[in-house]
């Protein structure tokens, strides 16, 4: 049975304690402008400050660890800073082995380099001077996920770079709508847009909030932020029910919001947002007009194409609940999933050149914290993503604000990502492996994953189940499937409900693909625009 622990009863008091100041003192346009161009000028200050503070002031810090197997004390990290700059001290420190991969960030994998074995618990890796106003899960179904603590000061300094990327596309005025699933990531929505000043007018849930698998937490954390926003004058609306399958709710609001002459904004995950616009053209409701944020997946040109043809326009947003604003959408991109590093926020780096012992290609992302209420301290930590460099300048006004450097093809390459819900590709493994053959029968080798893209870009997932195993109810195999990724109560639950009502996921009775060495991959991805045919990509190819 869920509960609320002694934490959650907290959290929650301190959440109460704090929400009042928070939205006594929304960004102003002017205050947010300062602050980011300040952000941007202290940028190597800011870091060694954090690490000095967080990191080399905190005996328990995993990274403390690694700093001192390469050699790194903190008086010789700010000399290489003064001299390098900030970008190539942190690939320096790489080559040194200072950096996590996401299983060993998650505590899935041991911290091992050289001969030594770090402890690297994700509970060692919080930030220690941040405070704890709200409990949010990442993804994840293998073991427990990692529970991620939130600053109300956090949600603060994101909304400042929110402002100013939403000024940037003339959106002061804009009548904003969320969509999304119960939980503390929508909470967070809601909340950046309180710090703006302007709250969403719609609060729309994929998820009947009154869904048995929820954990309580969530329905009464909507619930004290809206007594607490009623008790300082600030209206925030009531999560309504609109599932993926019938998103008709949200496009009668677009075009109420159209009719009265203003401009609505969406904010959501990529293919829910492809959803809305097929809603849109079945109906034959024109979207001229309608802005979208999207993110949560790869934002691909099926799904940008989807998307316009009903006369919406879509900016991706790159996030994870792990640290927040990555890069945002540029304003005049030449690919779909062209971004702005939001260089306030994090340092990020690519390795460059493949170091074989961390499995991190040459073109994963590394991130960096450089805000002190950043919920984890970040030090060359790989998410799971790798992106493409983009060079020369762009004229967008997110260059002009100072976000100058560019990235594009976003990919999760340790990740299963469809619907905006994120799971490890270990996680799927031991379903893969363990699970399925154990309750359907058959063996490791009878079963397989392929993730697809439809023609308007939503994503597909087909469950391969070889004819070997025998009869298999398609049903049940789905079932047993959601299950198993969604075991927990917290975040893995509400991705496998998200997924069944959004009917990602089909049987295909058929024998697994091969690679050219005879191998099975256990989960592999199509080309987008296409069904799985001959030589997918893999998603890892030497795990089998």
């Known amino acids: 049975m869920d509960v609320f622990s002694r934490n959650d009863v907290l959290t929650g008091v ?70 390098h700059g900030l970008e190539e001290t942190l690939r320096l420190l790489f080559q040194e082995g200072v950096y996590l991969t996401v299983s060993e960030f998650k505590g899935r994998a041991p911290v091992r380099r050289g001969r030594s074995t770090i402890d690297a618990h994700p509970s060692l890796l919080r930030n220690p001077l941040s405070r704890d106003h709200l409990r949010a899960q990442t993804g994840g179904s293998g073991g ?25 596309r003339n959106g002061r005025d804009w009548v904003h709508a969320v969509w999304g699933i119960p939980g503390n990531t929508d909470m ?57 399958n019938d998103p008709s709710a949200i496009v ?43 993110g949560g997946e790869p934002i691909t040109a099926a799904k940008m194409d989807a998307i316009r043809r009903t006369g919406a326009a879509a900016v991706p947003r790159y996030m994870a609940m792990e640290c927040g604003y990555i890069a945002y959408g540029c304003l005049q991109p030449s690919f779909p999933d062209e971004l702005h590093l939001f260089d306030d926020m994090h340092a990020a780096i690519q390795p460059e050149a493949r170091r074989p012992e961390s499995g991190l290609p040459a073109d994963a992302l590394l991130l960096t914290s450089l805000r002190p209420s950043a919920p984890f301290i970040l030090l060359n930590v790989s998410l799971g993503d790798q992106a493409q460099p983009c060079t020369g300048s762009c004229g967008c006004p997110l260059e002009q604000i100072g976000w100058t450097r560019r990235i594009r093809q976003v990919r999760s390459f340790e990740k299963l990502t469809a619907g905006g819900m994120t799971f490890l590709d270990s996680d799927i493994l031991r379903v893969l492996e363990e699970v399925l053959p154990s309750r359907l029968g058959g063996s490791l080798l009878d079963y397989q994953l392929i993730e697809e893209e439809g023609a308007s870009g939503e994503p597909k997932l087909r ?16 079932r047993v499937f959601l299950e198993a990724a969604g075991r927990g109560s917290g975040a893995e639950r509400l991705m496998s409900l998200q997924w069944g009502e959004g009917d990602f996921l089909s049987v295909d009775r058929r024998l697994p693909k091969l690679t050219a060495a005879g191998k099975i991959l256990h989960s592999i991805k199509a080309s987008p625009g296409r069904a799985a045919g001959p030589e997918p990509a893999a998603r890892h190819k030497n795990l089998l």
Not at 463 to 478: Q, R
């Open 14 to 83: 301190r959440f109460l304690k704090t929400i009042p100041s928070f939205l006594r003192h929304p960004w102003t346009l002017s205050q947010a402008r300062q602050t980011v161009r300040l952000r941007l000028e202290r940028r190597a200050s800011d870091f060694c400050a954090l690490m000095k503070k967080a990191v080399y002031g905190n005996p328990d810090s995993p990274y403390l660890g690694l700093l001192k197997q390469a050699g790194c004390p903190y008086d010789e990290l700010e000399d290489s800073v003064r001299k």
């Open 144 to 168: 427990r996920s990692v529970p991620v603590l939130i600053d109300l000061a956090y949600v603060r300094e994101r909304a400042a770079d929110h402002l100013l990327a939403l000024a940037a």
């Open 188 to 244: 967070v929505r809601v909340l950046e847009l309180c710090a703006l000043g302007t709250p969403p007018e719609r609060w729309f849930t994929q998820v009947d909030p009154r869904s048995p698998g929820i954990h309580p937490r969530y329905p009464w954390s909507v619930r004290a932020l809206r007594w607490a926003a009623w008790a300082w004058g600030v209206r925030v609306p009531a999560p309504r029910h609109a599932s993926l």
């Open 252 to 294: 009668q609001w677009l075009r109420r919001v159209l009719d009265r002459g203003r401009i609505p904004h969406l904010v959501t995950w990529a293919s829910p947002a492809v959803r809305v616009c097929r809603e849109a053209e079945r109906t034959g409701s024109s979207l001229s007009g309608v802005q979208l944020s999207i």
């Open 463 to 478: 469950l391969i189940i070889s004819p070997s195993v025998g009869p298999v109810d398609p049903v049940a195999a789905k």
